[in-house]
């Protein structure tokens, strides 16, 4: 174990015994900061950015793995022990489980994601050969002679935006020899997702895109995709050697990770699981499939917008306005199910869906919001059910979730979700607040002023 691994040990230690503060009494802010962990970043992808086998692919969606060890230890989860992320992304929550000997299921519907997942989470690797695999593949890169190369024009438009043609050149040099490269399907996965991750890095493109357009104002130092791979590929290979040390411990783990809709019902038996967490999308107009186009462009998974949509934007849980077509709507877009088994959530609710109804027509993009509230809670409504059946009596569903004011309206989710929880027959919940969000935005005058929070809703079966 290097001096690293060590350090990060220590810390973690420390921290589950504050978040396990943190759960039982209210004042746990003094105990986090006396560990020197703040629970600000429990919700974020931060900490995940220097652990093991987490800083394999950089999701800005992604929570915090010490949030997952420390409701493991909290809950005093064993092996033999389930526990369920029905929105497990690339796969933080099951990575945790499976260093625990935890047995887990994931439940993620984006196919590029879900394949992230699967590749952190498969480790049983012949590690001679995967070094062998390794080092013939990065000799052959340091061989490369780009000058020789054909120019590349094979990619959608924001692909070559992000680089300058001898970068792109170098990237797609590198996913032409791993598609050569002689050796076994999940190697050549291993290696595609350090190339996934160096995507990102090697751009001259700033962070935020391309959400935010690539475009001169927001432009970073361009990085050499070769020499960011090779220390990717090298430190992923490394991450390993520290997880194998360590196999007893996860070799009769199951990690299930399946691609379907959390909406829907899972393949386990009910009263199975002891243990769900999870961070949905938030209702903050987060295009998920957006987020992802420039990997996708990159591995040839899609060509365009439309493909996006087809095979991501329409399978995810509405959370943004992009996913709205108004046709698809009728009168009252809330379910007939959420208005039976919850009618004063389904009262407030409607209350704020007919504001913003009436707002969006004064405003210049006239965006969704109204409808795009609607499909969320439907959506989120069909999720608690799901979960609600499998998880064992007495058992803990926690979910990181950020309240929204689309519009100035505000709408208090982690408050809503909890009454749609007791509605589907949890047995009761409790929020916490993680931290205040949104006053980067201050400076923007299209925005809101209404200051947001991230919470953790707890919802007991
Ligand atoms: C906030 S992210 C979860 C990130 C995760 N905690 C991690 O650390 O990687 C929410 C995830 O929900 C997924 N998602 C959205 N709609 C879904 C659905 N209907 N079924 C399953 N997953 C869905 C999105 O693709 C996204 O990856």
Redo the contacts with the bound molecule.
Sequence with gaps: MSGNDHQYKIESDKLQSCVREQLKFEFYRAYMSAAGVSPERLGT?QDNLRAPIHRWFK?P???SYRLVEALIDDKNLAPGNWLL?????????SVVAKEHGINSLG????PF?WWVARVKCFWEYDMQSLQRSMLTLIRHLHQARLGEMETVDRYPALVHKCYSPVNLQRLDFIRDAISRLDCSDEERDFFLLALTDTLRTASKAGTGWPYIAPNKYHEKQERDAIEVFCHQVQMMYKDLSVVQERRQQYERVECRLLQ????QPYPVESESMDLAI?????LNNYD?ADRTRLEMYFLGWAQSWGDITDQVRD???I?ATTQIRRSAFPDDPLSHELQELAPRIHAELSDKIRQLEKMRLHKGGKKSYDLMVAGYFN?MFQVLKQVYRVMKKGSEFVLVLGDSAPYGVYIPTEEYLGALGLAVGFGGYRIRELRERGGKWGHNPQRHKVMLKESLLTLVK
């Design positions: 992808f999701y969606a992604g929570f992320d029905p929105f497990v992304g690339c796969g933080t929550t439940i993620e519907a984006h994601v379907m809709d959390a909406r999870t961070s949905p999308p938030y998920y399978k995810l849980i959370a959506d």
